[in-house]
Nanobody, 121 residues
């Protein structure tokens, strides 16, 4: 129901755009979040967007560098990442839930497979 893609290897300062294709019950009426998990660390909230696309939320460390958006006509949520840093290296996941954006991974009902982002210094 969720398919994430767009990861890759990029140098510090570079950019990537992740895409999360949604379908079925995870389509536009659901809030969508991006999470990431670095080796040996817990999964953490990165950004989220409400179902209508009007409200967005970011963790402090990515504010001003990452932008989440959604195209409901294409059932796709994007995470545009610029100014990437080595500490952004992680597997990135998209997730969906029905009742708005929250930062706790366990409160999301649907998850896509991860896409690996590697930022070299």
């Amino acid at each position: 129901q969720l398919q994430a893609c767009g990861g890759g290897l990029v140098q510090a300062g570079g950019s990537l755009r992740l895409s999360c294709a949604t379908s079925g019950r995870t389509s536009p009426t659901y809030a969508t979040g991006w999470f990431r998990q670095a080796p040996g660390k817990a999964r953490e909230f990165v950004a989220g967007v409400r179902s209508g696309g009007g409200s967005t939320y970011y963790t402090e460390s990515v504010k001003g560098r990452f932008t989440i958006s959604r195209d409901n006509a294409k059932n796709t949520v994007y995470l545009q990442m610029i100014g990437l840093k080595p500490e952004d290296t992680a597997v990135y996941y998209c997730a969906a839930r029905k009742w708005g954006v929250v930062t706790t991974p366990g409160d999301y009902d649907y998850w896509g497979q991860g896409t690996l982002v590697t930022v070299s210094s």
